[in-house]
């Protein structure tokens, strides 16, 4: 009898804890995602710490497509060796690469 009590208590204070860590993950990973998917990032503007808000880019990548510029289309990334294709595909839909003034 005092083992079922537990586990009810235990179960019950389970699913009251459960709701709160669900919806505070949920505001943290939507955030981000919702004001990277509205504006595409320039990669011939963006700055180091832009670059490295994106997934798969750290401080070598953001150095290398930095030294990489101007672009004139985003694929050059892949194409000059300047991304793995992998690390290219989990980016491609957040960038652009407008071309440079003369």
């Known amino acids: 009898m ?3 009590r537990r586990k009810l ?3 019950a204070l389970l699913l009251s804890v459960a709701p709160v860590f669900s919806v505070a993950q949920a505001s943290k990973a939507g955030a981000p995602a919702a004001a990277a998917a509205t504006t ?3 990669i011939n503007t963006a700055t180091a710490d832009q670059l490295k808000a994106f997934p798969g ?3 070598a990548y953001s ?3 930095i030294d990489g510029r101007p ?3 985003k694929n050059q990334l892949v194409t000059k060796g300047v991304l793995p294709k992998a690390t290219y595909d ?3 839909d957040q960038i652009i690469a407008s071309h ?3």
Do not use: E, M, S
Request: charged letters at 35%.
């Open 90 to 92: 989990k980016i491609k």
């Open 40 to 42: 595409p990032l320039d």
């Open 71 to 73: 672009y004139t289309a």
């Open 57 to 59: 880019i750290g401080d």
């Open 63 to 65: 150095k290398r497509i």
């Open 9 to 11: 208590l235990a179960a």
């Open 100 to 102: 440079p003034k003369k």
């Open 2 to 4: 005092i083992n079922l």
